[in-house]
């Protein structure tokens, strides 16, 4: 089955460069684990799709993960949050989220977290890039 084409607003790129020179610890910190073709996949970050910029983006995966600080628990911003992944989902993406906090404090389980993920979305999954 061919993939849709996600199409994005060209006008969040100028803010998603300026979002990538502006990153959270957390977002720096999961993009150094990322950058190098984690588990063989190519990550983007700060990555305009539909009218969204998403903090990482896995188009081989088709996997959005968000970092997400403190002013997403408050109620307004989980519920565009959640619209925002229902929007992504029309596109056969999953998103997946951490809070600033478990990446700058439990990385080795969003690592695994995600390598779960890996594991489960590949046809063939190696055993190279294991974590544990």
Not at 26 to 39: D, Q, V
Not at 104 to 128: C, F
Request: net charge negative; glycine share 4%.
């Amino acid at each position: 089955m061919p993939r849709k084409i996600i199409p994005y607003n060209p006008k969040l790129k100028e803010l998603a460069r300026k979002l990538r020179n502006d990153s959270t610890l957390g977002e720096i910190l999961l993009w150094n684990e990322l950058k190098n073709k984690h588990h063989g996949y190519d990550f983007h970050r700060q990555k305009p799709l539909l009218n969204y910029i998403v903090d990482f983006y896995c188009y081989e995966l088709n996997l959005v993960i968000e970092v997400d600080g403190h002013y997403h628990n408050h109620k307004e911003k989980a519920e565009t949050d959640n619209i925002r992944d229902q929007e992504l989902a029309k596109y056969d993406l999953t998103v997946v989220r951490f809070s600033e906090n478990e990446v700058r404090k439990d990385m080795l389980n969003v690592l695994r977290t995600l390598e779960r993920y890996v594991v489960e979305h590949t046809p063939y999954p190696s055993q190279e890039g294991s974590i544990e």
